[in-house]
């Protein structure tokens, strides 16, 4: 697996709005890197999982789902 072509793969879905695609390959990596014990490779998705959860929160979380006033 390339990591690098994956994330501008799951880059690119994030740009279009399609979050779902996006964390799906994200989780198709992580499992890559578990089968291969490849524990940088899952820490790597976890990360990317993480960004698109925060910018899903961003974009479509309320003030108080996002802690604000």
């Given at each position: 697996m390339n990591i690098?072509?994956?994330?501008d793969e799951i880059?690119?879905?994030i740009d279009r709005g399609n979050y779902h695609a996006g964390?799906?390959?994200?989780?198709?990596?992580?499992?890559?890197g578990r089968r291969t014990n490849d524990q940088s490779c899952v820490d790597?998705?976890?990360g990317v999982i993480q960004g698109i959860t925060q910018k899903m929160a961003q974009e479509f979380g309320?003030?108080?789902?996002?802690?604000e006033k």
């Amino acid at each position: 697996m390339n990591i690098e072509s994956t994330i501008d793969e799951i880059q690119s879905h994030i740009d279009r709005g399609n979050y779902h695609a996006g964390i799906n390959i994200a989780i198709s990596g992580l499992n890559e890197g578990r089968r291969t014990n490849d524990q940088s490779c899952v820490d790597t998705f976890l990360g990317v999982i993480q960004g698109i959860t925060q910018k899903m929160a961003q974009e479509f979380g309320s003030k108080a789902y996002l802690g604000e006033k």
